[in-house]
Structure formats: C-alpha cells, structure tokens
C-alpha cells in the first residue's frame, strides 16, 4: 500500500519533466574540422538535452569538444552531422543572430568603443524595444549585477569582475532561452572567482533562465551544476548530478578528472549473488556490486574515493574490503591528515583522514597499514 | 669602447645633423615662398614679401593642374580607401583559397618599381584602346595605393578579438548591422590611417601619372613641365600650404590619441 503511494508520487512528480520540452537538445551531433589537410573530429557525437531552468555544465579538459559543442548550441560552428533542437525546434541552420540563446564570451567581447549602456543596450536596439522599454530593462539588469551608476564608463575603465557582470548583463538583458557561459570566470581571481559562483548561481535563480556553463574547472562545475556532462575527447563520458559524478564516476578518466581517486585492478576470485570479491595481494579482500555483470577470472578495475577509506595499524573486522601497505608519505594539511600508501602490487592509495579528533597521525612512514572502506564505495569502472 | 662615441656631444651633434638634413629642403620650400624674385627663376634671395601668397591664383594653367591633382587625390582616396579596406578585412579576418595569392599580389604592387608599373599601365590602356587623361589618372592611382590601404587596414584588423563580432551576431545583429556598428569602428582608425596614405601617395606622384596622363596635367606635371624655364614662386606657396595642412592634420592625430589615452 504505502510501496504504491510511493511509486504513484514519484511518477506525478517526474512526469510534468519528463513530458516538458527540453530547452536544449544535441541529437548525435558530430562536428569535423580540416586543418592542414587533415580531418580533426572535435566532437564525436554527442547527444544530451537539458531542462527548461537547468544550471547544466560540460566540464572536460581543453580540447574535449565542450566549447565547440556549445558554439554550436549559439550558432557559431555548424554541425557537421545531428540536429541541433531548441525548444524543440531544428535551429541547424539557423543563424546565430537569429537563435534565442545568448553567450556570455571568454573574454567577454565588451564593445570597446560603447559604454557600459549602450553595450547593455546593444541586443535590445537590434530587436526594435522602444527607447521607454530599453531605458527600464537595461536599468533594471545594471541593479541586478550592481552597476548601477557605472553606466557611462567604458569597458576598459572597469575591473575583470565588473567587465565580466557587464558581459553577463548584455546577455541576460534579452531575456534569452537560454543562456550559455564559455569559461566566464577563467580570467578572474581565485577570490573574485569564488565570489562570482555565488552570484551566478543567485542570478540564475533570481531570472530562471537555463544556464549551460562550460568550464575545465572540476570545483567550479560541482559547486554550481544541477547537472553535469564530463566530456572526453570528443565524447561525454558520464551524463548526472555532481553528487553522481563525484560519488559514481562511471569512467576510469572520469574518476580521474573530478577530485582525487584511487584505482585498483584485481582478478575476480568468487561472485556469490550480489558481490564478488577481487583478490589484489595476499590478505588483500575487495568486494565488489555485480551491477556490472562479472565472472571468476575477470580482471576489475575499481575507484575508491581517499575519504572514505579508513586507515589502520590493526587489521579491521567486519566485512570491509581491505587491503595492506606501506605508507610512503603522510601530510598534515591542518584540516586533515593526507597518506600516501603503497600496496604489494605497486599502486599507491591516497587517503584522507579528518583531523576531527585530538589523535593526530595513525601511522609514521614506513609502518605497514591496513585500509579499509565499506563495500559500497568501491565503483567498477566501465 | 664604441659607447663612448655614440654618448654625450657626439650623439648630440650627431642627431641635429639628421634632423637638419630631413628638415632644410622642406624650410628652403617655405622660404622662398616669401622671396620676392624679380626674374624667372626662384632661386636667389631677394628680400621678403608676401605678394605671392596674394597672386597665389594668378597662373590658370598652375590653378587648374592644383584642381586636378586634389579631385584625382580625393577620388583615389576614396575609391582606394574603400575597396583597400574590404581586401585588408578578407585577408585579415578570412584564410580563404586564394588568400596567400592575393597577399603576394599586394606586397608585389608595393614593392614593384613605379616606372614599371607606369609603363605596363600604359600597355594595359593603349591595348585596350582606352583614351589617356583624368580617368586613367584615377585608374592608376587608385591600383597603386590599394595596396597600402590593404595593409594597413589588415594590420588592425589582425588586432581585433573576432568574439567581438561574434557577440554582435549573438545579441541579434545581422552581418550587415555587426559590420556597421561593431566592425567598421574597431577598424575605423586603420581605414582612415590607410585613405589618408592613398591620398598622399596619389597628389605628389609623378611617374606613373607622366605615364597615363594624356592631356591632363596634375600638379607635379606641370612643375616638371616649368622646370627648366623657371618654377614661379607661387608653386612654393602652394607646396607650404600642402604641408602645413598635412602637418594640422598629423598633429590634431597626435594631440586626440593622447586625449583619449589619458580619458
């Protein structure tokens, strides 16, 4: 009775979503370029869509596709294969100046020769607003990003921070679909950067308007994304929340990209239903979900993230996966204690423990440790 | 050891003999603009006066060749100003097929010898059975100095973030719209720089003009005609007002920039 409540609320609540049209959509789209005379698949097909309101990241290491991907979402590269879809609509072929979508550039790509007004004003003008309508919105969006006051100076009188918020308001001013953001914060300041996270996500909040972020910084995705695309030479390689991609890297460079992770191979030794156990070194036990079918014989690899291993000078009951090493390093970063751990097979484990109570290091270099973690955060990579 | 020869009074010295010999035949110019000559030929002191820049008009043949060479000037800059900017902006905003070619083509017309061009313009014309006079002048000019425009023009637009006119598009402008309001003044300073170089190459060129003139006679045609009979003082006084309007003209240039600098 109460499993059907359940299942009945979930539905009504995912339905309305999942029938919505989503405000982006790449349909297996390839983009192809020929430099020197050589043919260069930046993208490699991709397909993904995102929801109306959507804070939604492609994060991935320079040259991954993400930017491409996205200009071809603004207009500015066209696709060499797929379908490109904006509320549904094929914009393929659409011109840029013609798609409901506005970009805010790397860097910024202020007018040099306008004020921060008529910067504001410049999208607007071209839409034919009257004079009244476009002297209420640009001055409302300047309140918005706090430049009220600012409005007669031009770009290269203003700070990074206040070019970038004059960036983000020209943009935001059309009331546009969807907003994309290459890099916004690439060229700011560690503080200042932190600081405009915040902001963005608040701005976003306040209008509603989709965001697509693209960013080669792991924080900077997680902190703000209520979804994240990791791409990958060309392709993405795991589609979730941040928690997901943090917690469930689907990909050996996935678990390698986002955060710091730990990976072990090692030979199924038994599956008994639901687990295997993996055999690494001797007294090494590893257990291991069987959501990826495995058989006796298989080699594995797995991702441990370094928090949530415990370290030992005893070796743990229970029936955690444990495996034994050297510690080769130990850190003391103030909040928390770093190890770096050596095991039989030569891999080294990074671990690391919260400085939550007075006992300060657990083991000295050299000493022979055990580690241990439940069996759940073990994840098997694809 | 060779630091010592350069420092102190021998660099001093050094330097005012440079400037003296860039700036003497320009003060000689003006000088004898003022000299009040009684024979033919401008070519002694004897005494000051004015009276010239009063009978500054009085030659018709001289006042009539000053006309054409402004008009074919301002035509050519233009013209010149116009079709230069548009190859300057391809070439230094597009890698297209034919672009290297092209590049080739400009730095040829620049560095070809003016006699060489003069005399394969003429062939071109007289092949082609086109009457030599004011349009060929203009022709000629124009091909000559397109090249300059080109450069000049490409070297700003070298400079310019191409995200620029990408936001433009973005915010809903057309190509027209981001050509007018976004491109055209980022690279408004080169097309003025390089119209302006058109203009200066086309009112004091000799060769290629001599060439593909006809009938028509320009300014320094017509000097070169009265060379050896005597060059009247009035063509000083026209030259002194050419080159001060030119030097206005520099030092508004350097007196705006700097304005805008320190805005």
């Given amino acids: 009775m109460t499993e059907i409540q359940a299942g009945t609320g979930v539905a009504e609540t995912a339905a309305p979503g999942s029938q919505q049209v989503p405000a982006i959509e790449l349909d297996n789209v390839v983009k192809e370029y020929t430099s020197h005379g050589e043919v260069v698949r930046a993208v490699k097909g991709v397909s993904l869509s995102i929801a109306e309101g959507e804070f939604f990241s492609l994060l991935g290491p320079s040259g991954c596709g993400k930017t491409t991907s996205m200009r071809m979402i603004a207009g500015f590269e066209d696709p060499t294969q797929g379908v490109v879809r904006l509320h549904g609509q094929d ?241 003391y970063l103030g909040t928390s204690n770093n190890y770096a751990v050596v095991l039989a097979d030569g891999a080294e484990i990074t671990v690391f423990q919260q400085n939550a109570h007075d006992s300060t290091i657990t083991a000295e270099r050299g000493d022979t440790v055990w580690l241990s973690w439940q069996p759940q955060h073990s994840y098997v990579l694809r | 050891m060779n630091r010592g020869l350069f420092r102190g009074r021998g660099l001093q010295i050094y330097t005012w003999l440079v400037i003296a010999w860039l700036v003497v035949p320009i003060a000689v110019m003006i000088l004898f603009g003022f000299n009040d000559t009684k024979g033919r030929f401008n070519t002694v002191w004897q005494g000051f006066t004015f009276k010239w820049y009063g009978r500054l008009f009085e030659i018709d043949a001289l006042t009539q060749a000053l006309i054409n060479s402004l008009v074919i000037a301002v035509l050519t800059m233009v013209i ?46 007289v092949t082609l059975a086109v009457p030599l006079g004011f349009w060929t002048i203009v022709i000629s000019h124009v091909m000559f100095s397109i090249s300059f425009v080109a450069v000049t023009v490409r070297a700003r637009v070298m400079t310019l973030d191409s995200s620029l006119e990408e936001a433009a598009r973005d915010l809903g402008a057309g190509p027209w719209a981001t050509f007018r309001l976004v491109t055209l003044p980022m690279i408004f300073p080169g097309v003025l720089a390089g119209s302006m170089l058109a203009f200066a190459l086309s009112i004091d060129d000799f060769v290629i003009t001599n060439f593909n003139a006809g009938g028509t006679v320009t300014f320094p045609l017509w000097i070169w005609g009265v060379t050896r009979v005597g060059i009247p003082p009035q063509v000083n006084v026209m030259g002194t007002i050419i080159f001060v309007v030119g030097l206005l003209i520099a030092v508004s240039n350097i007196v705006v920039s700097r304005r805008r600098r320190n805005a």
């Avoid at chain 1, 013609?98 to 004003?121: C, G, I, T």
């Avoid at chain 1, 921070?161 to 983000?168: D, E, F, I």
Wanted: glycine share 8%; charged share 25%.
């Fill in chain 1, 91 to 331: 914009v393929t072929s659409v011109p840029p100046n013609k798609r409901d979508v506005n970009m805010v550039f790397q860097s910024y790509a202020l007018f040099p020769h306008m004020s921060v007004w008529e910067n504001v004003a410049f999208g607007l003008k071209r839409k034919n607003v009257d004079a009244a309508e476009i002297k209420r919105r640009v001055g409302e969006i300047l309140e918005v990003v706090d430049l009220t006051g600012r409005e007669k100076r031009r770009p290269r009188e203003m700070s990074g921070g206040q070019q970038q918020r004059v960036a983000l308001a020209r943009a935001l001013v059309n009331r546009p679909r969807a907003l994309l953001l290459d890099e916004p914060l690439g060229a700011l300041d560690l503080k200042l950067r932190q600081a405009m996270q915040i902001e963005l996500k608040r701005i976003q909040r306040d209008v509603g308007i989709t965001f697509v972020y693209v960013t080669h910084d792991q924080g900077e995705a997680l902190t703000m994304s209520d979804r994240i695309a990791v791409m990958n030479d060309g392709l993405v390689d795991q589609l979730a929340d941040p928690r997901e991609i943090y917690e469930r890297p689907a990909t050996k460079f996935v678990a390698g990209f986002i955060g710091t992770s730990n990976l072990l191979s090692g030979v199924v030794q038994e599956v008994t239903g639901s687990t295997a156990v993996l055999a690494l070194g001797p007294s090494d036990r590893v257990v291991i979900s069987t959501e990826t079918p495995v058989a006796v014989g298989d080699s594995v690899e797995l991702t441990v993230r370094p928090e949530k291993i415990t370290i030992a000078t005893e070796q743990p009951a229970g029936d955690r996966s444990v495996v034994r090493g050297t510690v080769s390093e130990v850190v």
């Fill in chain 2, 80 to 125: 010149a100003g116009a079709l230069g900017s548009l190859i300057g902006l391809a070439l230094g905003r597009y890698r297209f097929r034919g672009s290297g070619s092209l590049n080739l083509v400009m730095f040829a017309a620049i560095s070809c010898a003016e006699i060489v061009m003069g005399a394969s313009l003429l062939s071109f014309f």
